[in-house]
Each structure stands twice: as structure tokens, then as C-alpha cells.
């Protein structure tokens, strides 16, 4: 499985961006989705994440701003961020994983990451 995101740049706060991440591979519809962030000199952090039923799990940072959703034709998921903060600042990556209940579990698939600025 190979796994791409992109539709990362430079937003101005209080902005918007969507991520879209791409996979190849027949795992896609039955994964969980998740994803991560990571901003310089902190651990790499879920974000969100949107089961095989799309059902959907957030962050508390994320909630009320962003939005994961997926599209089983096109093997595709997304991240719609909205209201965005400098604190949101980091590179972001999906994974294809598992999930049970409310709980997240990253699969070994990656994506490359997208950087995501959020800077007046």
C-alpha cells in the first residue's frame, strides 16, 4: 500500500486548507484512515481518523474545525481545516490502520507528508 498526501502550503490564520490523501492498494475500504501531525521538536500526534463505516474521532485541538471524510471510489481521504492557528503549524501525514471503539491504531503505511503553515 502506498500512501500520498498533499494539498499542504502557507495560510494566512483563521484560514482554510484541505488535505487529501491517496492510496493505492486494496486495503483502503476496509482501513481506518488517521491522520497525523507533527510540528518541529514535538512527538508525531493524531489528529483525526474516520473508520471503514465512517464513523469519525477527533482531537480536542481539532474539534469544531476540522473535518475527515473519505471517498471509497477514488480511495481518497480527506482533511478539511478550517479556522486554522499558528499552532496547527506542522507536517501532516495519513495512515492506514485499524480502529476499535474510539481508539485509533496506526497501520505500518505512511504517507510521505505534507507540510502545513499557518503564519501571518
Known amino acids: 500500500v502506498q500512501l500520498q498526501a498533499y494539498g499542504g502550503g502557507l495560510v494566512q490564520p483563521g484560514g482554510s486548507l484541505r488535505l487529501s490523501c491517496a492510496a493505492s492498494?486494496?486495503?483502503?475500504?476496509?482501513?481506518?484512515m488517521g491522520w497525523y501531525r507533527q510540528a518541529p521538536g514535538k512527538q508525531r500526534e493524531l489528529v483525526a481518523f474516520i473508520t471503514s463505516g465512517d464513523g469519525t474521532m477527533y482531537a480536542d485541538s481539532a474539534k469544531g474545525r476540522f473535518s475527515v471524510s473519505r471517498d471509497n471510489a477514488k480511495n481518497t481521504v480527506y482533511l478539511q481545516m478550517n479556522s486554522l492557528v499558528p499552532e496547527d503549524t506542522a507536517v501532516y501525514y495519513c495512515?492506514?490502520?485499524?480502529?476499535?471503539?474510539?481508539?485509533?491504531?496506526?497501520?505500518?503505511?505512511w504517507g510521505q507528508g505534507t507540510q502545513v503553515t499557518v503564519s501571518s
Open positions: 492498494g486494496s486495503i483502503f475500504r476496509a482501513s481506518a
Open positions: 495512515n492506514a490502520g485499524t480502529s476499535r471503539y474510539a481508539n485509533y491504531y496506526a497501520g505500518a503505511y
